[in-house]
């Protein structure tokens, strides 16, 4: 590799020295092919960057780091999340990959009432008890996730990058014990234990409304290097 393109993903967030500063490896050789997964992702963004331009002059950086993330997670679905949730999280996970070299991906987003109600029942079935089950997944009617406004990211650092940065886009961590479960919310919410703490049902109301424009992103005018 290139030294002058080393010196780029380092500054990006995909050198080595920033992971380990950031935290012990504990599997080198899985973080190793996550590095090297992030440094193609960024590689192949920037490469998409001349084409997005001629779809899209103003918004090319945005729908390069989309296209390259998407296939990073090819099995992840943005379909059916609530409008203000889909603006909101590609807009953060922008930010996140172009400012600091973070990938973040959709693991569950929207969740039709069925689905919602297949996932609870073997939830039941394995922990023996409903309110074993509520703990870690919510019946379709009390699921934000059957609304279009929950999403399950991955993986963990970008998780955490989410949650320091989220909330400017709407998005917050709301459980104790999910780390990848994020909501679209109008306000920050009070973090819950688990999903089985909230205080009364799931409500679709003032909790909720369109994302609100947070003016020029920071990343946006950065040029690609």
Known sequence: MPARVARIL??????????????????PPLAIKARVLAAVTWLVAVQLVPVAFCR???RARFLACQWALGL????????GLAPEAL???TRARAEAFWRDGQLIGLT???????EQHRIFTEEVRRTGSVSAARRRVLPPEESRHVWGLALDVRPAEGARWLEQHGGRYGLYRVY???WWHFEYRTARPARLPHPDAAARPFEHGTAYGPCQPH???PWHSQRAR
């Open 10 to 27: 380092a500054s990006r967030g995909f050198g080595y020295g920033l992971t380990l500063r950031r935290r012990v490896v504990a599997n």
């Open 56 to 58: 899209a002059p103003g």
């Open 72 to 79: 990073r997670f090819p099995r992840e679905d943005l379909h």
């Open 87 to 89: 603006t909101a999280f």
């Open 108 to 114: 569950s987003g929207y969740r039709d009432a069925a």
């Open 176 to 178: 104790d014990n999910e």
């Open 215 to 217: 003016g020029d992103e």
